[in-house]
């Protein structure tokens, strides 16, 4: 099975399924993927919804869209009153 | 758009799963993200609000009739939430419920809703907005009417097209 997921959601669960390959080195890949997003899931970080051709896809959730908009914020704004 | 990947959401548990499954702890999220819609709702004045608490409805039972597994879901929602459930489960019905709860709605208004949503699942494109949808065809009424010429019980359900 192919999963499908948004752009957001896709390079968040990259990023963990690279951390969990190097705990995890004989796991494939899809595995690995369907453990995080299922782990996302379970965090209220990602949500399932039906695709316009009627199979499943990911989406990251609203709340991790805040959460990853408010770290993005507070970054810019560190970046700004940066005493380098 | 994100920059730089320095910030991970970073997972505060990991464990491979063999299957993809839909656990509690998932469903509870959805329960969580169904009952803020629903004081959201409480809460606005805004007209439109009501279309923001539905869509969250309909995109949930959605997804979980495209798994084919909507009314065993519905009837775990309301579980959740410590109702007991119906014999006989209709799942947008029951989910309205239970992101109401512990507020007890009225029976016509979460029958109206729940046809209104069941036209939808029949009848919405997928890249239109349930907002959308409604109000093209006159409101949450007029499509709760719809569904009951064209999908509803009776022999005007069978013979009337509209």
Redesign the interface.
Known sequence: MKFHLDKTLALWADVEVQMAKIHSPNVRRKILLQSVLCEFEEQGLAMRYRRANGTLGWKATPKFSQHLSDAELDATDDLQHADF | M????????G????????K????N??LD??L??LTGAWAALQSSRARDSVYEFLTVVF?LV??W???GKAKGRARRILIRQGIKPPEVTEPFGAVIIAAAHPTILDKRMISKWSRVLRYAARYKD??QSLGEFVKERGGLNACAARYARRLGRGPRALVKKD
């Open positions: 994100l920059s730089s990947p320095t910030f991970s959401p997972l505060t548990r990991f464990r491979l799963r063999p993809m499954e839909y656990s702890e998932a999220e959805d969580t993200r995109d959605d997804w009739m495209a798994d997928p890249a």
